[in-house]
């Protein structure tokens, strides 16, 4: 079963286990994971998901697409390298996927 590691902008960690094919984001929804705000459901069309992908894994995921990378350059404040739209990272069997939530979004 995948794993994905919460970490707050404050530095505290909460481990949630997901099921593959679910995305980060129903992941942290469906267990009241702070930070996750997910005002669009999912749909690619608020940015209220943000995370940052912890920078040794996101060689482990697939390419940005131009949607996402629009919604997160005109709507994500603190963007960074590393920032990814949970909503869009989907877990696979045996991962474990490392998440820090933006300060803007607690």
Request: charged share 25%; proline share 5%.
């Amino acid at each position: 079963m995948p794993t994905v590691h919460f970490t707050d902008a404050e530095g505290a960690v909460r481990d949630v286990e997901g099921n593959p094919g679910d995305s980060v984001m129903e992941t942290a929804v469906r267990n009241g994971v702070p930070g996750i705000v997910a005002e669009c459901g999912g749909s690619l069309s608020c940015a209220t998901c943000h995370v940052f992908v912890r920078e040794d894994t996101l060689d482990q995921l697939p390419e940005m697409e131009e949607m996402e990378d629009e919604m997160l350059y005109g709507t994500a404040v603190d963007r960074e390298d590393n920032s990814r739209l949970s909503c869009q990272l989907k877990l696979c069997e045996g991962q474990d996927m490392y998440v820090s939530t933006p300060e803007t979004q607690v």
